[in-house]
């Protein structure tokens, strides 16, 4: 256990590390970032920082010596940084949780051994895989980089007549790919769940997520699902986090097929922004379970003490701050990014509804606002 008053060294500076950060202070813990650019939203709002590339074997050492835990905000540290800051203190989650998810393809075959379904997928790693892929998936399809994609980035739609080949080498400069079955999606929700060290574990209620070009528009808390859909959502997510051995938070994001089946679509081995909400809806915040599992303390209760729904705000939407500021209705939150960049998550803005009712959702943009 990592006693109140220790520190928490986090890898990434973006968003998520700032709101872990903020969840530790009341916990009265400090955090230590690493991240290869200065002052971002993390560092901003935590006690230290170290700026260095992920692989400055130095840099990682002396980290090490200053934290009393390390904990990951950004999926794509590369799993060997982790390997190495776990040579001289504990690493939550560990390597394994981050090279499981990094690719797609391992990813996906993971899930498939615990006996959950994905969409069908074939990798295309060389010329030679095209057309046997193109064979065993068909059309529609959807062909993704298999690492480093986000945000809807690094991925293209293939249309019958499509050539494999073609969009390979054009559009994903032939980088190991996945072609996945584009499946026809009733909604798409997720699951954030935590594991603590001793084994237990806690979900918080499945969410529907939207989005707008490639990037999480808003989340609905909770899903609109029938209770076995809502129940097998979690159930998977947990039995996800187990079969990882995960320390800390972990997202699932699954797709609800027009047929009712349940696929899982990806692990995110981190907190995520479909779990943004629980700050004001929950009894326990994603970000204050993720510290506390890191850290070895009890998990909290995941009950939703609201309905919720949650906005991104990308790009310009930020431009609507004084309005939001003047909602009493809403819980504004902005990440401290100097630059307004289009895609860019700004911030995000949460309303509570009563427990009985549907997930609030005003309009957008809200009244009042000079757009
Ligand atoms: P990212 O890492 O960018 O979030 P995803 O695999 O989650 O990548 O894809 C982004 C979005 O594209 C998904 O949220 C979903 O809306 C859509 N999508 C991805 N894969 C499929 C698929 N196989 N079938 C249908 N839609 C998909
Ligand atoms: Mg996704």
């Not at 990682?60 to 999926?75: I, K, P, Y």
């Not at 040579?87 to 959950?116: M, W, Y």
């Not at 993704?144 to 809807?152: E, F, S």
């Not at 499509?162 to 032939?174: E, H, I």
Request: charged content about 20%; hydrophobic content about 40%; glycine content about 8%.
């Amino acid at each position: 256990m990592i006693a109140p008053g220790g520190t928490i060294g986090i890898l990434g500076g973006g968003q998520l590390g700032r709101m872990l950060a903020l969840a530790a202070a009341p916990l009265g813990y400090r955090c230590h970032i690493f991240s290869p650019e200065s002052a971002g939203p993390a560092a901003q709002v935590s006690a230290a920082e170290t700026v260095a590339p992920y692989d400055d074997r130095a840099a990682l050492d002396a980290f090490s010596e200053a934290v009393d835990v390390v904990t990951v905000e950004f999926e794509n540290v590369p799993a060997e940084a982790l390997e190495r800051l776990a040579e001289q203190v504990p690493v939550r989650p560990g390597a394994h949780s981050l090279r499981v998810a990094q690719n797609r393809i391992t990813e996906k075959d993971f899930v498939c051994d615990l006996g959950l379904e994905t969409t069908p997928y074939a990798p295309v790693e060389e010329d030679s895989d095209a057309d046997d892929a193109d064979r065993r998936i068909g059309r529609p399809a959807i062909l993704k980089t298999q690492t480093l994609g986000y945000d809807g980035k690094g991925q293209t739609v293939l249309a019958p007549g499509d050539d494999v080949r073609d969009a390979w080498y054009g559009t994903l400069g032939n980088l190991p790919a996945i072609l996945e079955a584009q499946v026809t999606i009733e909604r798409e929700v997720s699951v954030v769940v935590a594991r603590a060290p001793d084994g237990s574990v806690a979900s918080f209620d499945a969410v529907e997520n939207r989005h707008e070009n490639g990037i999480l528009d808003v989340t609905l808390a909770p899903a609109d699902l029938s209770s076995a859909l809502a129940a097998a959502a979690r159930d998977g997510a947990e039995r996800i986090v187990h079969a990882l051995d995960h320390v800390g938070v972990l997202c699932v994001e699954l797709f609800v097929t027009d047929e009712g089946r349940l696929l899982v679509n990806e692990i995110a081995p981190r907190v995520h922004n479909s779990g943004h909400w629980t700050i004001e809806g929950c009894e326990t915040s994603q970000f204050a379970q993720h510290i506390r599992a890191v850290c070895g303390l009890p998990l909290g209760s995941t009950a939703r003490r609201a309905n919720a729904a949650m906005k991104n705000l990308i790009g310009a939407d930020v431009e609507h701050w004084r309005a939001l500021a003047a909602d009493p209705a809403a819980h504004l939150h902005l990440y401290g990014k100097a630059e307004t960049r289009t895609g860019r998550k700004m911030g995000h803005v949460t309303w509570l509804g009563p427990l009985d009712a549907p997930p609030p959702l005003p309009d957008w943009p809200p009244s009042g606002s000079i757009s």
